[in-house]
């Protein structure tokens, strides 16, 4: 063979084991939603620590013949990190140690609007069926509207791991897009009087509530609904990290270097699950409209039951806090708190917010494990 047939069967070679020799329309097309993503993560800062490896993953799976989940690396590593529910706990355990707890225990009434938030997520249950998924896909489907990541991947992986990539991506975008969808809907249901109540300062906690409020949650919840204490149990334990006093060396890991190494995987991997071939399907469209009602839904229902509890109390709650009942933790909570501002500037709302953006995290926590109970 002379010099430029074997240089012709080299270049043919290449051709044939490029990716572009396997590229497609959908992957086209995916790489552009990838880049969007980037765009709003970037320049728009829209949540750019979780937009950002999702986009980047994005890219990377729809990049033909790389190879990721066919032979044994890093990409298939992460993979199985999602699959077999190992990076949702562990994201737990530095939420959990980020998380104070000071509000919901000083106003227990924030649970109820934690729980009324969840509304949204059993109407999109009941919307999944109806366009025709199982029980068990519904069920995952309908926890996107608790907004929260890393509950929806632990209950899909165990409900249904085919919609996985899709529940993950919805999950994940409309906690990011929480700055958007949420202030037109609280405005919406919200007459200016409500938007501008000022709310009194709560009692302060002790340390002894603050140490039993984990461990009593974590046993009496764990024994309602066991199939929920990996997540239930790594929130509570990293609040103990928090709240004992002496360990800080473990809270400063789980809510630092341990929560942004299991980040970048997390969202990296869900990235990773949005090929064209798994993506660009009728179910996956569905799936995100599902998850945006039951987003809608969900802040409506904490806001309405705000508004009750408004007039119950006497004018002392203000409605707006309601909304962060989602556990989108703490972009929801500082949504209120912006709203709240715009409406009555100097009322700050954070604090007061953060009693039923905690309840969120665990109502949503419920939800997926009555999921787990009924359907499973």
Not at 97 to 117: N, V
């Amino acid at each position: 063979m002379d010099f430029f047939s074997a240089f012709s069967v080299s270049l043919q070679a290449i051709a044939e084991s490029s990716g572009f020799s396997a590229f497609t329309g959908g992957n086209l097309i995916m790489i552009i939603v990838g880049l969007v993503l980037l765009y709003l993560a970037f320049a728009k800062d829209f949540e750019p620590l979780l937009l950002s490896p999702i986009a980047f993953g994005c890219i990377l799976a729809n990049i033909p013949l790389t190879g990721f989940y066919d032979e044994m690396g890093v990409m298939s590593a992460i993979g199985f990190g999602i699959k077999y529910e190992i990076f949702p706990p562990l994201i737990f355990l530095g939420v959990g140690a980020m998380t104070d707890f000071g509000p919901l225990i000083a106003r227990p009434s924030s649970l109820l609007m934690g729980a009324a938030a969840q509304f949204g997520v059993f109407i999109a249950l009941l919307g999944a069926m109806v366009l025709g998924f199982t029980a068990q896909q519904a069920g995952a489907i309908g926890i996107i509207g608790g907004a929260d990541g890393p509950t929806s991947i632990y209950l899909a992986s165990k409900m249904a791991p085919e919609l996985l990539g899709a529940i993950a991506v919805a999950a994940y975008t409309y906690m990011a897009l929480v700055p958007l969808i949420q202030p037109p809907v609280m405005k919406f249901f919200t007459s200016k009087k409500e938007r501008e109540v000022v709310m009194e300062q709560a009692r302060e906690v002790t340390k002894f509530e603050r140490i039993a409020f984990p461990i009593v949650s974590t046993i009496f919840i764990s024994l309602l609904l066991p199939s929920i204490a990996a997540l239930l149990g790594m929130l509570m334990l990293g609040n103990l990290f928090r709240e004992s006093g002496v360990t800080d060396r473990l809270s400063d890991t789980a809510q630092n270097s341990l929560i942004n190494t299991v980040t970048i995987f997390l969202a990296l991997g869900t990235g990773l699950t949005m090929s064209a071939e798994s993506f660009l399907v009728k179910e996956t469209l569905e799936i995100i409209f599902l998850g945006l009602v039951a987003f809608i839904f969900g802040t409506a229902a904490g806001v309405w039951l705000g508004k009750i509890m408004c007039r119950a109390t006497g004018w002392k709650i203000n409605p707006l806090i309601g909304s962060a009942g989602v556990s989108a933790v703490p972009m929801a909570a500082r949504v209120s708190q912006i709203v709240g501002i715009k409406a009555k500037p100097g009322n700050y709302l954070l604090m007061h917010a953060m009693g039923p953006n905690v309840a969120g995290v665990i109502g949503t926590a419920v939800a997926a494990g009555t999921m787990l109970a009924m359907l499973m």
